[in-house]
């Protein structure tokens, strides 16, 4: 057998490579950033507004858990049926549209309206953000060559925790002073601005009179079904890891908030800082992993241990962390291991983008990151459910039990990393 490339050489404009350096590439890969931000902005304002939204339409921890699960109805749908398109399809274009339908999405539970508004404005703007992970990854590292994937890749998910460590305050003070649908307003603003930018200086690889680029051995020789691709060992391991992971990034946008106030005692004003803290930490774990796993593929280590063994550590830290919740007391014990815990444990994107680019062949690249995206989200959906029945049943020794659930999902996530990653192998296998 023989490893086949999975990578495009990359185009070049006016006989200069577009990958890897030109300023061309780090403009879009900045913009990309602040598009995540956004997204993530928009995802966590009902976390930050839950007792607000609560006492204000009169819901159970329940009800508003199958609210916030409404955001990823039609969130796993919308993001393989566009990263399908994007094989196809412009992603500039693409992530244009989906930024328009953000801001039109949060308009109706802004206006007013009950329950029923709310859900379908959630759904709406689920539809809209569900691809864009997928396709920002996409759009930024078809820019770079697989070797520098990492950083490019690692600063579109510290987008993600950018997005709300930067608004949560602001938002916070927002919801305290002026009400939470003066926040969905703020938001909405914010989608408008961010697509006016992108449509002026937005690109996609290989455009501005860039040349065809020349077509890798994996489409020359055929385009590898989807099937093999979700049927390999590395494509199912890095999906089950970033589900846990995921679940662990669903849990923090939602129910955070709620459980540093109601169950850890703090004030409104201190949970919307401190809940920034897993987020940061989050961040630096992001950066240290592309660090890491970027010098270690430039040493010739093997993907299987530079992103599998090294995601798959920080799912395993991140589950200790959880685990060890109920063995300590004192809210800042408490408060200190769950930062920690969702701060690592809900690192590993970065790591799954990267591996299913480097799995999938160019032509397939949208559509398999877009299938994982979809399974993945998944957990958006029932993990807000689960712990609002959790809550509802146990009261504040709900949010413990939930946490001590994500341990346990981190731990089988990090397994699944170390023992099923390796994209070297099935990438042979699948051109065999």
Same mark, same amino acid.
């Given at each position: 057998?023989?490893?086949?490339?999975? !990578?495009?050489?990359?185009?070049?404009?006016?006989?200069?490579?577009?990958?890897?350096?030109?300023?061309?590439? =780090?403009?879009?890969?900045?913009?990309?950033?602040?598009?995540?931000?956004?997204?993530?902005?928009?995802?966590?304002?009902?976390?930050?507004?839950?007792?607000?939204?609560?006492?204000?339409?009169?819901?159970?921890?329940?009800?508003?858990?199958?609210?916030?699960?409404?955001?990823?109805?039609?969130?796993?749908?919308?993001?393989?049926?566009?990263?399908?398109?994007?094989?196809?399809?412009?992603?500039?274009?693409?992530?244009? &549209?989906?930024?328009?339908?953000?801001?039109?999405?949060?308009?109706?539970?802004? !206006?007013?309206?009950?329950?029923? &508004?709310?859900?379908?404005?959630?759904?709406?703007?689920?539809?809209?953000?569900?691809?864009?992970?997928?396709?920002?990854?996409?759009?930024?590292?078809?820019?770079?060559?697989?070797?520098?994937?990492?950083?490019?890749?690692?600063?579109?998910?510290?987008?993600?925790?950018?997005?709300?460590?930067?608004?949560?305050?602001?938002?916070?003070?927002?919801?305290?002073?002026?009400? =939470?649908?003066?926040?969905?307003?703020?938001?909405?603003?914010?989608?408008?601005?961010?697509?006016?930018?992108?449509?002026?200086?937005?690109?996609?690889?290989?455009?501005?009179?860039?040349?065809?680029?020349?077509?890798?051995?994996?489409?020359?020789?055929? @385009?590898?079904?989807?099937?093999?691709?979700?049927?390999?060992?590395?494509?199912?391991?890095?999906?089950?890891?970033?589900?846990?992971?995921? =679940?662990?990034?669903?849990?923090?946008?939602?129910?955070?908030?709620?459980?540093?106030?109601?169950?850890?005692?703090?004030?409104?004003?201190?949970?919307?800082?401190?809940?920034?803290?897993?987020?940061?930490?989050?961040?630096?774990?992001?950066?240290?992993?592309?660090?890491?796993?970027?010098?270690?593929?430039?040493?010739? &280590?093997?993907?299987?241990?530079?992103?599998?063994? &090294?995601?798959?550590?920080?799912?395993?830290?991140?589950?200790?962390?959880?685990?060890?919740?109920?063995?300590?007391?004192?809210?800042?014990?408490?408060?200190?291991?769950?930062?920690?815990?969702?701060?690592?444990?809900?690192?590993?994107?970065?790591?799954?983008?990267?591996?299913?680019?480097?799995?999938?062949?160019?032509?397939?690249?949208?559509?398999? !990151?877009?299938?994982?995206?979809?399974?993945?989200?998944?957990?958006?959906?029932? @993990?807000?459910?689960?712990?609002?029945?959790?809550?509802?049943?146990?009261?504040?020794?709900?949010?413990?039990?939930?946490?001590?659930?994500?341990?346990?999902?981190?731990?089988?996530?990090?397994?699944?990393?170390?023992?099923?990653?390796?994209?070297?192998?099935?990438?042979?296998?699948?051109?065999?």
């Amino acid at each position: 057998m023989t490893a086949v490339p999975t !990578l495009p050489q990359l185009p070049t404009v006016d006989g200069r490579s577009t990958g890897g350096g030109s300023r061309r590439a =780090w403009t879009v890969t900045a913009l990309l950033v602040v598009f995540m931000m956004v997204n993530f902005a928009d995802k966590s304002v009902l976390g930050l507004a839950a007792d607000e939204i609560r006492d204000d339409l009169h819901l159970s921890a329940t009800r508003f858990g199958l609210a916030n699960g409404a955001f990823f109805l039609l969130f796993s749908v919308a993001a393989i049926a566009v990263g399908l398109a994007a094989d196809r399809v412009s992603p500039k274009l693409l992530l244009l &549209v989906m930024a328009l339908l953000w801001s039109v999405a949060q308009v109706p539970a802004a !206006l007013g309206g009950g329950l029923g &508004v709310l859900v379908a404005s959630r759904v709406l703007l689920g539809a809209a953000e569900g691809p864009a992970f997928p396709v920002a990854q996409q759009a930024t590292l078809a820019w770079f060559p697989d070797h520098r994937r990492n950083l490019p890749g690692a600063l579109i998910t510290l987008g993600v925790t950018l997005g709300v460590i930067v608004s949560a305050p602001g938002l916070s003070w927002v919801i305290q002073h002026h009400g =939470w649908r003066a926040a969905l307003w703020v938001l909405a603003g914010a989608g408008l601005v961010w697509a006016v930018v992108w449509k002026a200086f937005g690109a996609d690889a290989g455009s501005r009179g860039a040349t065809t680029p020349a077509r890798s051995e994996a489409d020359t020789r055929g @385009a590898v079904p989807y099937r093999r691709i979700f049927a390999s060992r590395t494509w199912i391991g890095v999906t089950s890891a970033y589900f846990s992971s995921y =679940w662990a990034v669903a849990l923090m946008l939602v129910w955070l908030p709620s459980y540093l106030r109601n169950a850890l005692g703090y004030s409104a004003g201190e949970a919307g800082t401190l809940v920034v803290a897993p987020w940061t930490i989050g961040a630096v774990a992001l950066l240290a992993q592309a660090g890491i796993t970027g010098h270690l593929l430039r040493r010739g &280590v093997p993907s299987r241990r530079a992103r599998g063994w &090294v995601g798959g550590t920080l799912l395993g830290l991140g589950a200790l962390c959880c685990l060890a919740l109920p063995l300590v007391d004192g809210a800042g014990a408490k408060t200190a291991l769950v930062a920690v815990g969702f701060g690592l444990g809900g690192s590993y994107a970065t790591v799954a983008a990267t591996t299913v680019a480097e799995l999938a062949p160019p032509s397939r690249a949208g559509g398999a !990151l877009g299938g994982m995206n979809a399974v993945v989200t998944t957990a958006g959906l029932a @993990a807000p459910a689960v712990v609002g029945a959790l809550v509802d049943t146990r009261g504040t020794a709900g949010y413990q039990t939930a946490m001590v659930l994500s341990g346990l999902l981190l731990a089988l996530g990090a397994a699944a990393s170390f023992l099923l990653v390796d994209p070297v192998r099935d990438t042979a296998r699948m051109h065999d």
